[in-house]
């Protein structure tokens, strides 16, 4: 298999963890988003979205990284990432689908109030104070859904590696304070040595 990721983009940590966590042989290919290479012509042909990542697998071609981790939890099934009777699975389902609608877009919010500004540009403190408060209301909703168990979906799942790199995120490098329960649930998903693999091929120190 090879993902075509950045070690900068949560969805590309998604995918590199699930690739850890089912044991896949891969080769990653890291594409500078930074500087445009996800526009050239060869990439687009890879996804036509121009985003990371993207996961080749023989003849098949995968983009969007919670389908990417829903793929790998599908053909590696002895990593049981994906188990449970139809109500259980769709269960599941409905994270994947949930987080990259109404987590990721106010990371991205954040990150143009914070890292993405250009020099001499100040943030919107209304813009940026709107994007925290959304982004604490939907993981108010995780917690609520966690309840005293463990993990998302009461064993470690796909629901819980498409979660936790933008929560890992907002704790480690938007500071954002989060309920004891959600921060503890960050920190028993984060030692799992899949995320420490993510972390360690990203040049990412384990906490910030």
């Known amino acids: 298999m090879e993902l075509h990721w950045h070690p900068m983009s949560g969805n ?3 995918a590199l963890m699930a690739l850890e966590e089912v044991g896949a042989d891969y080769t990653l290919h890291q594409v500078d988003i930074l500087h445009g290479a996800q526009h050239t012509p060869e990439y687009r042909r890879l996804n036509p979205n121009a985003l990371v990542p993207t996961l080749v697998d023989g003849p098949m071609v995968l983009w969007e990284s919670s389908a990417i981790v829903y793929y790998l939890a599908e053909v590696c099934p002895e990593a049981r990432l994906f188990a449970g009777d139809p109500a259980q699975r ?3 389902v409905r994270w994947l689908v949930w987080q990259p609608v109404t987590i990721m877009p106010c990371i991205r919010r954040l990150r143009e109030q914070t890292v993405m500004l250009r020099p001499g540009q100040t943030a919107d403190a ?10 604490s209301a939907g993981l108010r909703l995780v917690g609520d859904a966690l309840g005293s168990q463990p993990y998302l979906c009461g064993q470690f799942g ?3 590696i498409v979660m936790l790199p933008h929560m890992w995120y907002a704790i480690n490098e938007m500071k954002l ?10 920190a028993r998903l984060a030692e799992r040595p899949s995320w420490r693999a993510v972390l360690a091929r990203a040049g990412t120190p384990a906490v910030a």
Do not use: G, H
Request: glycine share 0%.
């Open 126 to 135: 209304d813009a940026l104070m709107r994007a925290k408060q959304d982004l």
């Open 158 to 160: 796909v629901a819980d």
């Open 177 to 186: 304070e989060l309920p004891p329960q959600l921060t503890d649930y960050v």
């Open 90 to 92: 769709a269960s599941t």
């Open 12 to 14: 590309s940590r998604k």
